[in-house]
């Protein structure tokens, strides 16, 4: 199994583009989440979804947009990049086999 | 709210020797869940061990434990023998509401291993 997959691993952006990272996990869980974590520090959520076509905010959702329109992929929108969203961001999900972690992307805007 | 707090921005340890990092949780829910990940520096966040609220035990994963303690609302992670390979960053986490799942993190512990 695959597993988390999100795509891509680094990306650079300019102030006030757009982009959206990509999420997909092949295990059928239902809760996928979205977190970021700045350097030193641990996880902050931003998104999750407990199913398809439900979302809802976590601790640090401003800039930040999602959606679920399948069980598996689970896409954030960043609509206007700003610095303070330099950052890694984590996609997870979890099941009843516990919890699923990508690998990443670290996004650097400029 | 829930809450998880690590104390210990840093830690050091001689190889062979046992460490033990800290993490208390707040919540007033009955039932949770607490973990601990790993994470090195190429990245990724590498599950270590897990204890349920209502576990009678402390668990145990290998050189790994969890000093639960519940009265207390401590969660402290033991690894023993430490082996360089062991330097890392270590987070605690809580499961958050039963209907969402969300794990909640704290700030993390950053172990190092010297010879």
Redesign the interface.
């Known amino acids: 199994n695959a597993g988390v997959t999100q795509t891509p691993k680094f990306r650079i952006l300019k102030i006030g583009q757009s982009m959206t990272l990509q999420c997909t996990q092949d295990m059928n869980h239902n809760?996928m989440?979205w977190?970021r974590q700045d350097p030193?520090?641990?996880?902050?959520?931003i998104y999750?979804s407990?199913g398809a076509g439900i979302t809802?905010k976590?601790e640090v959702p401003n800039g930040y947009n999602v959606s679920r329109s399948t069980t598996e992929d689970f896409p954030l929108r960043l609509e206007l990049a700003a610095p303070s969203q330099t950052s890694?961001y984590?996609c997870?999900s979890?099941g009843t086999d516990?919890?699923t972690?990508g690998?990443?992307t670290?996004l650097t805007v400029v | 709210a829930q809450k998880i707090t690590q104390t210990q921005p840093g830690m050091f340890v001689q190889e062979k020797e046992a460490v033990t990092l800290d993490c208390t949780y707040d919540t007033s829910d009955p039932s949770y869940g607490l973990f601990w990940y790993k994470q090195p520096s190429s990245g990724e966040m590498i599950f270590l061990i897990y204890q349920g609220s209502y576990d009678q035990q402390n668990a145990t994963e290998g050189r790994y434990s969890l000093n639960f303690q519940k009265a207390r609302k401590s969660a402290n992670l033991v690894i023993s023998a430490s082996q360089l390979g062991d330097s890392a960053m270590y987070f605690c986490a809580m499961r958050g509401p039963w209907n969402t799942d969300k794990l909640i993190f704290g700030t993390g512990t950053r172990l190092q291993v010297f010879p």
Do not use: C, I, Q
């Not at chain 1, 030193?40 to 959520?45: D, E, P, R």
């Open positions: 809760y989440y977190y030193g520090m641990g996880l902050k959520l999750y407990v809802d976590g890694v984590f997870a979890s516990g919890y972690f690998s990443g670290r």
